[in-house]
């Protein structure tokens, strides 16, 4: 019996994958729009990009530092809010306003609820907010195409105003918009790997995408290209994949997912009609982050002889 009895916090049996392999995927993901943004909007992409992610590991490394907390931007969590803050701006966005909303994303919504798996909302989709308020029209505008060299308008603005743009445009990105945004074919090829990679599930997604569709289909008249133009346009399929998909501000159960992404859907819809703003899937996605522990009370599976009379 020299042999001790060791003792651990759960869990006890892992799966082998780590938080930093994960968001190492998250980040090849985005690698297709991120090509496609470029082709479409310019190397000033690129800056973008690198100016979001440098602060946002810039600015978790220093809250760290100053509070004195182990180092974590080794696990990339830092890097890839930064790689979807940036997919969420136009190219044309002041880097110091990048700069701002790196910040905010970090210390405001990340570092000061404790970190990485403590935060209540995602801090790329809550910074995107911010920036749309404190910035307006700065941090929302259209930009050049490779169709036009001049600003166009965004699809979301063409069908509303009864102009319903090339469905192949759309589909690969030739129109206004954000950098990570436009592109359908480059998100859809992420959205691939994570599920091939089992890094998400369909049921957000699919959910959110599906009911934005059916919403637009009726209110478009019975439509399918005008509803098929609204799916792929705006922050949508983005929003959707990448950010409504996040671990910690998600549910955990299947029918909770599939519940978030259809308010999600719903209340996008709402503001896409009947809101002042164009796009409304960060609002959508941020709300419901605020509902997911209620739906993960809702929706989690009892234990059995959970709930029974004490005998």
């Not at 049996?13 to 943004?37: C, E, K, N």
Request: net charge neutral.
């Amino acid at each position: 019996m020299n042999e001790k009895l060791k003792l651990s916090v759960s869990p006890h049996i892992h799966s082998g994958r780590s938080t930093q392999r994960i968001m190492l995927d998250v980040l090849i993901a985005l690698l297709p729009a991120t090509v496609a943004g470029t082709i479409i909007f310019g190397l000033r992409s690129l800056l973008v990009i690198a100016v979001c992610m440098a602060s946002c590991v810039l600015f978790e490394m220093l809250f760290n530092l100053i509070v004195k907390k182990e180092q974590t931007v080794s696990d990339l969590s830092a890097a890839v809010t930064g790689f979807l803050l940036a997919l969420n701006l136009p190219a044309t966005v002041e880097i110091w306003q990048c700069v701002i909303g790196s910040l905010f994303a970090i210390v405001v919504v990340k570092c000061l609820f404790g970190g990485i798996g403590c935060n209540v909302v995602n801090p790329a989709i809550t910074a995107r907010v911010f920036m749309l308020i404190a910035f307006g029209s700065m941090a929302t505008s259209a930009f050049p195409t490779v169709v036009d060299t001049v600003a166009g308008a965004t699809p979301l603005v063409e069908v509303h105003g009864g102009r319903t743009p090339a469905l192949i445009d759309v589909f690969l990105g030739l129109t206004g918009g954000t950098i990570g945004e436009t592109c359908a074919l480059a998100l859809l090829i992420g959205f691939v790997y994570l599920l091939v990679r089992r890094v998400i599930t369909w049921h957000i997604p699919v959910s959110l995408v599906g009911c934005v569709f059916v919403f637009s289909f009726f209110m478009e008249g019975f439509n399918v290209i005008d509803a098929l133009v609204l799916v792929m346009s705006g922050g949508l399929l983005i929003g959707a994949i990448f950010m409504a998909t996040d671990y910690v501000t998600s549910p955990a159960t299947a029918w909770g997912k599939i519940i978030f992404g259809v308010g999600a859907g719903l209340i996008t819809c709402l503001i896409r009609y009947f809101g002042t703003y164009p796009e409304g899937v960060s609002f959508a996605i941020l709300f419901m982050n605020i509902l997911t522990p209620y739906i993960d009370s809702w929706t989690r599976h009892k234990v059995f002889g959970e709930g029974g009379a004490a005998k």
